[in-house]
């Protein structure tokens, strides 16, 4: 038995749906509306525009749960406004259980999810459509021009996008090379005061003689604390030779006695 899969939501239903129409013979609009300003009273999810060969016109209805299948059949001039400009009229839902038997109206197709893709669970008669009103001519052409509009502001944004990028990496890359020139004047202010401390000229000496110069300040080093490991084992050795004295001489004193 094979696995169930989870019902689409509406936007995997219009891509799917907007995969069906992705090549150059079809114009495919969502949210089509049936007029412009106040005109517009309906809106239909997708209209696809055949642009080559028989140039017909396809509408969608896009059905994702079962109450608002019933939703629409209580509502069937919602439909009609679009319906009777279209040469075939497609209902495409995200399960197939959503409409029972006997509930597709005989003009309407029906489309069901099938793997990736969706598949045609019953065929869209072809209809008889009406000349496309003023109405929607008008809003098909305010939407043709806002999406060429969109794609230009697209473009603008993109090149905004590109110029504040930049504008960041050189910013970032100046702080990077601010930071190490103050470390290089840093380092560099170090060796002076060192130089000037030692009497040593850094810049004088160069591959061994700095590693000679090196061991024999390990060296002076060693022998500095060796010293004065010396001088606390003497005086240490003092205070010992004084303090048998000290012993040995209350000895004799009580032997006179």
Same mark, same amino acid.
């Given at each position: 038995?094979?696995?169930? &899969?989870?019902?689409?939501?509406? $936007?995997?239903?219009?891509?799917?749906?907007?995969?069906?129409?992705?090549?150059?013979?079809? %114009?495919?609009?969502?949210? *089509? +509306?049936?007029?412009?300003?106040?005109?517009? &009273?309906?809106?239909?999810?997708?209209?696809?525009?055949?642009?080559?060969?028989? %140039?017909?016109?396809?509408?969608?209805?896009?059905?994702?749960?079962?109450?608002?299948? %019933?939703?629409?059949?209580?509502?069937?001039?919602?439909?009609?406004?679009?319906?009777?400009?279209?040469?075939?009229?497609?209902?495409?839902?995200?399960?197939?259980?959503?409409?029972?038997?006997?509930?597709?109206?005989?003009?309407?197709?029906?489309?069901?999810?099938?793997?990736?893709? @969706?598949?045609?669970?019953?065929?869209?008669?072809?209809?008889?459509?009406?000349?496309?009103?003023?109405? =929607?001519?008008?809003?098909? =052409?305010?939407? @043709?021009?806002?999406?060429?509009?969109?794609?230009?502001? $697209?473009?603008?944004? =993109?090149?905004?996008? +590109?110029?504040?990028?930049?504008?960041?990496?050189?910013?970032?890359?100046?702080? $990077?090379?601010? @930071?190490?020139?103050?470390? +290089?004047?840093?380092?560099?202010?170090?060796?002076?005061?060192?130089?000037?401390?030692?009497?040593?000229?850094?810049?004088?000496?160069?591959?061994?003689?700095?590693?000679?110069?090196?061991?024999?300040? =390990?060296?002076?080093?060693?022998?500095?604390?060796? %010293?004065?490991?010396?001088?606390?084992?003497?005086?240490?050795?003092?205070?010992?030779?004084?303090? *048998?004295?000290?012993?040995?001489?209350?000895? &004799?004193?009580?032997?006179?006695?």
């Amino acid at each position: 038995m094979g696995k169930a &899969t989870a019902p689409l939501q509406t $936007h995997e239903v219009a891509a799917r749906i907007a995969k069906r129409h992705d090549t150059y013979e079809w %114009l495919f609009l969502e949210e *089509m +509306r049936n007029s412009t300003g106040f005109g517009a &009273t309906r809106s239909a999810d997708a209209i696809a525009f055949k642009m080559y060969g028989d %140039l017909s016109i396809h509408g969608y209805e896009y059905k994702v749960t079962r109450s608002d299948w %019933l939703k629409e059949l209580q509502d069937p001039d919602k439909a009609d406004t679009f319906k009777v400009y279209c040469d075939r009229w497609w209902l495409a839902v995200g399960d197939k259980d959503i409409v029972r038997p006997g509930e597709l109206p005989p003009d309407w197709g029906l489309l069901v999810p099938y793997g990736k893709t @969706m598949r045609v669970s019953r065929g869209a008669p072809e209809l008889k459509p009406r000349p496309i009103s003023r109405g =929607m001519q008008a809003s098909f =052409m305010q939407r @043709m021009y806002r999406e060429a509009h969109s794609d230009e502001t $697209h473009q603008k944004e =993109m090149e905004e996008a +590109r110029v504040k990028a930049k504008e960041h990496a050189e910013c970032t890359a100046k702080s $990077h090379v601010d @930071m190490a020139m103050q470390e +290089r004047d840093s380092a560099l202010a170090g060796i002076v005061a060192f130089e000037k401390a030692s009497g040593i000229k850094i810049s004088e000496y160069r591959g061994s003689n700095q590693g000679a110069m090196f061991k024999l300040f =390990m060296q002076i080093q060693q022998d500095q604390a060796y %010293l004065r490991r010396l001088a606390i084992t003497a005086k240490e050795l003092q205070s010992l030779s004084e303090a *048998m004295t000290t012993f040995i001489g209350g000895i &004799t004193q009580k032997g006179a006695d």
